[in-house]
């Protein structure tokens, strides 16, 4: 689906964090064949990798849910921005790769991705003549972006206007929530801009409505949610029964990895008289994450008991491998991973398996009770059993929660399978 010959033959060297050095250059695409393993230590520590085998179980998984739901899904690249995972995607059927600025957008270009969905506004006259020369350049270039605000719609219209491409500039009308992100927060607001969207044809034209719905947290969250995309429905309805939506199948998409499944059961009963087209936009469901997400899946299957039918749901398929360096006290050892490795916006790292070189065959679960208490930039104090049997030098994997922090830390991560045994380096452009 994307030429990654080109990132397949870009190089890595000692500069690259989690790279041997003294080795020399490498082509991206030679990682694999190096027979590298982690637990050989054959690459420095921290590492990130992704297990293949969860990434798999994750893909079949998403296309059974999009199958028993009928939704398609345009997820969000800005969770990895990785070429090479964006193709996965598009090759397990993704209708389109969402992004969130003009930077994520320029990457995906650039590799041809020929559908985005941008899930923010377009402003600022680099970014907006950035996309509108796109879209001249490209006749198959699909592209949509949102809208909230008469001032936004006609600063779209009149780039639109004067750069000629021929066609109009897609727009998705934002919904909002009180205290929240962007987007109209009424459905009075939301019909004023989607009729001044209508009446700047043909510079523009309306095809759905959008929202975010992952900003929503604690145990009342699902309500609050079903109450937001019953919102969006609403306008939906409006804007259809005035007459208000450009042609084609009207996009219905709100975009998060805790409530995809009440995104495509409330859209799909939407009733609207117009071809609608669901979509979701799950960033985090193809890494998945050990504790962040793994909880509000467990609330899914509780809420849509039906999801059971799919078989054993998502896995974490990231984790950051770390040596401990020193056991100061008996009651706390410290690693060499720290903030610069893995993200801690949700909750600390979860410490979950343990590897001694020359002991074990295998990794095991950590004996005892142990508890990442803080992180530095470089290091992780964990607090542990004074009678642990870690020592100085032994390996440590940690999940992760809310894998977008932690991918944005590494430019290269190691692709392994379930012997850690490296078959692919994947990259990154943050």
């Known amino acids: ?124 006259r680099q970014a907006v003549r950035y996309v509108l020369e796109e ?52 459905l009075a607001t939301a019909m004023k801009v989607a009729r001044a969207i209508k009446a700047a044809a043909p510079d523009l034209a309306l095809r759905g409505v959008e929202g975010f719905e992952g900003l929503l ?14 919102f969006l429905v609403a306008i939906a309805r409006a804007v259809e029964a005035e007459g208000l939506f450009a042609q084609g199948p009207v996009l219905l998409t709100a975009g998060g990895s805790a409530y995809f499944d009440l995104v495509a059961e409330t859209f799909a009963g939407a009733g609207l008289k117009s071809a609608t087209q669901v979509i979701t936009r799950s960033g985090c469901y193809l890494a998945h994450d050990s504790q962040h997400y793994t909880g509000l899946f467990t609330d899914m299957l509780a809420r849509t008991p039906g999801l059971a039918k799919l078989g054993l749901g998502l896995k974490p398929a990231l984790e950051v491998w770390s040596y401990v360096q020193s056991r100061p006290e008996p009651g706390k050892c410290l690693l060499t991973m720290g903030r610069r490795d893995v993200g801690t916006d949700v909750y600390n790292p979860l410490p979950e398996l343990w590897y001694r070189p020359g002991l074990h065959n295998a990794p095991v679960a950590i004996p005892g009770n142990n508890v990442v208490a803080g992180l530095n930039d470089q290091h992780t104090h964990m607090a542990i059993d004074p009678s642990s049997p870690l020592k100085v030098g032994d390996m440590v994997s940690f999940g992760v929660s809310h894998p977008c922090t932690t991918f944005d830390k590494w430019q290269l991560l190691y692709e392994v399978d379930d012997d850690y045994s490296i078959v692919a380096g994947i990259r990154t452009f943050f």
């Open 1 to 124: 689906m994307i030429d990654l010959g080109e990132i397949l033959a870009s190089t890595v060297d000692e500069r690259t964090k989690g790279f041997p050095g003294g080795i020399g250059a490498m082509q991206v695409g030679e990682i694999g064949k190096r027979g590298w393993n982690l637990l050989r230590e054959d690459v420095p520590l921290p590492a990130a990798v992704l297990k293949r085998s969860a990434l798999e179980h994750n893909s079949k998984w998403m296309r059974s849910f999009l199958a028993r739901t009928g939704a398609r899904i345009a997820p969000h690249g800005k969770t990895p921005m990785s070429p090479q995972l964006f193709d996965l995607q598009l090759e397990d059927g993704a209708w389109a790769i969402t992004l969130a600025t003009p930077q994520q957008v320029q990457v995906a270009r650039h590799y041809g991705i020929k559908r985005i969905v941008m899930a923010n506004q377009l402003i600022g």
């Open 135 to 186: 879209l001249k350049r490209d006749p198959a270039f699909d592209f949509y972006c949102l809208v909230d605000s008469l001032e936004g719609v006609a600063a779209l219209a009149a780039a639109a206007r004067a750069a000629g491409i021929g066609r109009p500039l897609q727009v998705l009308l934002e919904g909002g929530m009180q205290g929240g992100r962007a987007g109209v927060r009424d």
């Open 217 to 230: 947290s604690g145990k009342d969250a699902a309500r609050g949610v079903q109450a937001f995309l019953d």
